[in-house]
């Protein structure tokens, strides 16, 4: 039979290939993106280097896919092989039991049994060969079979394992039905170039193998169900290498946002669900540009020169609710494209130095979209500083985030030049996305954040290579909420440093709620700053009410607790320069966004480093 005789190990070995085929394009990948770009910037300049730049990035972006794509093939295979040896299990139980009974199972999955019986007239009942009813179901066989005429015990037995065989190959069967064509799915298109739509369709060819290997999978140890941080690198530790291989291949988005796994997987896996979403999105605006609804009219004028009548096409009042609907839609896609954009121009402009090496920690396009990036290992760095964005941060503003990051990165780097520091932006929260009223009297967001963002700090303490890092909470306006609340609920949180800037407050009253010594608890608002006007909670003053600038409070409140700049606070402050006044017809907030520049720079890199402003 061509089940008995099927050698699974050439399916296996396939497997093997294509998993060691993944492996050495995502090596590839990482030798252009990492080494060989970053050699060619510093030795070349002009037209032609820019242009052999950019043909590299094309060819880092067709071994990452087919790194993805083989992925899959590999755990297709994986799967396939699993089903197919469960079938055979069947089959082989079944062909051992009928030989133990003398029974003869022939290569067309019938059995002959042998005589047996009460004799008649001297002799034993004969023998016979038995089809399964599935493969003989006409009436003869059936009613043969339910009114057991056969007087030969034997042939009951046999009908049982025609029947059972016949169910082994019937699964053999559905798993060659089931896998042919996914397997043909993921065949790549017979050219050189990674389009929108290959990553889309990437994206496609996950979740169909993702279906398929659904047994498979809950075959291997499953993650545990909300787990901790430590129970997931537990789980991790326990997989073999082609398990987490597999994992990675089909569970990108979860893996990607696994707190307690290395930095090097997590990036892995975000990377390739950063490369799906942003052909999907991609393809999205596509579809939706070519639904732009007419925003003109054609009215008929008298030219005044000529007197004769003309077509003008005019504003149509009635026609501009639709177009500035279908704007807004238009600029929320090319905001969330130029934030991973953004993201993976951190890989495409890498300069080579280990310090600065992006790690993509999490990223999803949910909401408002999400991302955690890195600038460094927090695995192997000596201090780790997360910083939480505030009130307007969304996916569509990354950028300006991740240059914040890589600020900070660079100062403590040059503060401390004997210990690493990796620096990483959190948004994995929806932040609010207006002042009033979102962020001036609603703590929900912040409120949702809290369990995230303890995990992922747990996680990075989890996946650090030599145990606890000197790691540092910074908050940003309603980010400081965002990390109070945190601290406050959390009291075992591997936190040693917390630096709160332009902040509204931190959900507590004094410093010692944060579960930390005071002396290490931070805090700096410039004095420029509008978040100095928030009301308190009695609310006397309207929220950032401009002809309320100057005026002072009579007592140190803010929106979410006590000033934590204030000394009834019971923290430490630091100096920063007074900021912009706020240029009303420009820029409602520029002291707001000024804590990353000159001496409130310096003052962070020094705490974030170990040390004391």
Known sequence: MTLKTLKLSEYSDAADGFRAVSDMASAAKDRIELQITVAMKKANEGEAAHAADGQLRE??????????????????????????????????????????????????????YPPAGEKTDGKLPEGGTITSLAEDPTADAIGRYAANIDPNPNAQYAQEYADLIADAVKEATEADEKWAPKLRALKADDDLTVSDRDWADAKKDTAGVLKGAEDYLHSIKEPPKHGTPKENAEWWKSLTDEQRADYIAVHPDSIGWM?????????????TVLAETRGATQIELDAWMAKEPDRFTTVHQLNPNTGEEVDVQVRDPEKENEWQKWEAKR??????????????????????????RPYLLGFDNKNLGHAAVSIGNPDSADNVVTYVPGTGSNLGGIDGEIRRAEALQAKAERTDLTHSTASIVWLGYDAPQSLVPDATDDTTWADNARGP?????????????????????????????????????????????????????????????????????????????????????????????????????????????????????????????????????????????????????????????????
Not at 74 to 102: I, N, Q
């Open 59 to 112: 060819l880092a972006k067709n071994f990452h896919y087919t790194q993805v794509e083989c992925g899959l093939v590999s755990t297709a295979l994986d799967g396939f092989v699993y089903d197919l040896e469960a079938a055979r299990k069947k089959l082989d139980a079944v062909v051992e039991e009928a030989h133990a009974k003398k029974f003869t199972v022939n290569s067309d999955g019938s059995v002959s």
């Open 259 to 271: 707190d307690g796994l290395p930095a090097t997987v997590r990036d892995e896996a975000n990377r």
């Open 331 to 356: 600029k929320e896609l090319q905001g969330r494209i130029d934030g991973m954009d953004s993201i993976q121009s951190r890989y495409d402009n890498f300069t080579g130095a280990d310090g600065t």
């Open 453 to 613: 963002l303890s995990n992922f700090l747990t996680g990075l303490d989890t996946a650090h290579h030599g145990g606890h890092v000197n790691s540092t909470l910074l908050g940003h306006s309603y980010g400081s909420l965002v990390a109070g609340e945190t601290m406050r609920d959390h009291p075992n949180l591997p936190v040693d440093n917390a630096i709160l800037v332009g902040s509204p407050g931190t959900g507590v009253n004094h410093a010692k709620d944060l579960n930390i010594p005071t002396d290490h608890v931070w805090a700096a608002t410039a004095k420029n700053d509008l978040v100095n006007m928030a009301p308190p909670p009695a609310g006397r003053l309207a929220p950032l009410n401009p002809k309320a600038y100057m005026q002072l409070f009579d007592d140190h409140s803010a929106m979410y607790g006590t000033d934590p700049t204030s000394n009834e606070f019971g923290g430490r402050t630091f100096g920063v320069p007074n900021g912009h006044l706020p240029g009303w017809h420009l820029k409602l907030m520029p002291a707001h966004s000024q804590y990353w520049e000159g001496d409130s720079l310096d003052h962070m890199a020094e705490i974030v480093t170990g040390g004391a402003p």
